[in-house]
């Protein structure tokens, strides 16, 4: 685990449901945002493959996994394609409600593959990303990141315009051998769009996760400026204040994330930072 990781394990408590944060900080640590446009990497993720049929093999509930089990079955005679993908949709359901998202993905990338449209690439390649941002192992990062671009790259060829599944694809390389590119894409998604959300907000989380606090506050700056209402971002804002030293400004921050919430997690790691003032 990352030291930053350790160090910052207070920020985690309130990302539960927040597609990306898990993986973001444990990415090559890359300077982000400096105008001489250097980076650093001082950890790269292994490549590697995975076994798809290992990949939905988790333990389960045995009356879910004879329910997974049967459905598996019905979707393996299936012939009409229809009837084959709404059972690839409902065996992916159930496997992201049992936390399984890379067995979901595997589902639904089965009906991909068989009606070839761009409704199924994207929700193999969205799926293929939720699970990516859940993984831990380099091995099955890098290959969940491998599936997610070769789906969402399809979806793009099409419509270029989406920077919402840009910015996917943007994050998987972040993860890769080359985050440069990465970090070259989110570039370019917010000087086509200036307040794009989650290119403003994964760049700040990026910068912090560099330790370059000061420009990730700028960051986050613009994010709420645009978009008041992303919790995150207003925490993550307070966070950067505090780690910049900009004492008043965190103490201030603090206190409107407090004024926007009262998820319990939330307010205790606030009050954390706080008694920390």
Request: charged share 25%; net charge negative.
């Amino acid at each position: 685990m990352p030291l930053f990781l350790m160090k910052k394990s207070q920020i985690i408590v309130i990302v539960l449901g927040l597609i990306s944060i898990v993986v973001l900080f444990s990415l090559p640590r890359v300077v982000v945002d400096n105008d001489e446009g250097e980076s650093e990497i001082t950890q790269e993720t292994s490549s590697g493959s995975v076994n798809a049929e290992d990949l939905h093999d988790s333990e389960i509930p045995e009356a879910t996994r004879t329910k997974l089990s049967e459905l598996a079955f019905k979707m393996d005679s299936e012939v009409n394609k229809e009837k084959f993908a709404s059972l690839t949709d409902t065996l992916a359901s159930l496997y992201a409600q049992a936390g399984k998202f890379d067995s979901a993905a595997y589902f639904l990338e089965q009906a991909a593959l068989k009606l070839e449209n761009v409704e199924r690439w994207e929700k193999a390649g969205v799926a293929y990303y939720e699970a990516y941002t859940f993984a831990l192992n380099d091995q099955k990062i890098a290959y969940l990141a491998d599936k997610t671009r070769t789906y969402l790259t399809k979806v793009l060829e099409i419509d270029p315009e989406r920077l919402d599944l840009k910015t996917k694809v943007a994050m998987t390389y972040v993860s890769s051998s080359n985050p440069m590119q990465g970090i070259a894409m989110l570039r370019e998604i917010l000087e086509e769009d200036p307040t794009n959300e989650e290119g403003l907000f994964n760049m700040g989380v990026l910068s912090m996760q560099s330790g370059q606090y000061k420009r990730a506050a700028e960051r986050f700056e613009e994010l709420i400026r645009f978009h008041p209402d992303h919790i995150q971002g207003q925490f993550y804002l307070a966070v950067s204040y505090f780690e910049s030293k900009q004492n008043n400004k965190a103490k201030k921050q603090f206190q409107e994330v407090k004024n926007m919430t009262q998820d319990p997690m939330v307010l205790a790691s606030v009050e954390s930072y706080l008694e920390r003032l």
